[in-house]
């Protein structure tokens, strides 16, 4: 069974930057997606970024490109998100999750496995 822990969320001002970990355990293939979710109150679940474990590639969406970096320690089986230069609109509950075989990488559907998720508040 794969458990997702997410740590690192907090309240930060505009401009500012927050690192988000996403520990993982319990799983073996190589071949797992792990992705970060956003959703903010009232809305729905918004696609942020895709990183796969078989060769690092890294999606964003359009909305985050730029800003935010995703990366894997594969000795820590941690998955990082850097957020730089966060706005208000990136308020949300961070959700991250896993699958394998992911294709359709925005699709909460192609993952199978979910965090708690972690609050990140952007404000002055």
């Known amino acids: 069974q794969v458990q997702l822990t997410e740590s690192g969320g907090g309240s930060v001002q505009p401009g500012g930057s927050l690192r988000l970990s996403c520990a993982a355990s319990g799983y073996r293939s190589s071949t797992f997606g792990f992705g970060w979710f956003r959703q903010a109150p009232g809305k729905e679940r918004e696609w942020v970024g895709t990183i796969y474990t078989r060769d690092d590639s890294t999606y964003y969406a359009g909305s985050v490109r730029g800003r935010f970096t995703l990366s894997l320690d594969n000795a820590k089986n941690t998955v990082y998100l850097q957020m730089n230069s966060l706005k208000p609109e990136d308020t949300a509950m961070y959700y991250c999750?896993?699958?394998?075989?992911?294709?359709?990488?925005?699709?909460?559907?192609?993952?199978?496995?979910w965090g708690q998720g972690t609050q990140v508040t952007v404000s002055s």
């Open positions: 999750a896993a699958g394998t075989m992911v294709t359709d990488r925005a699709a909460p559907y192609e993952y199978h496995y």
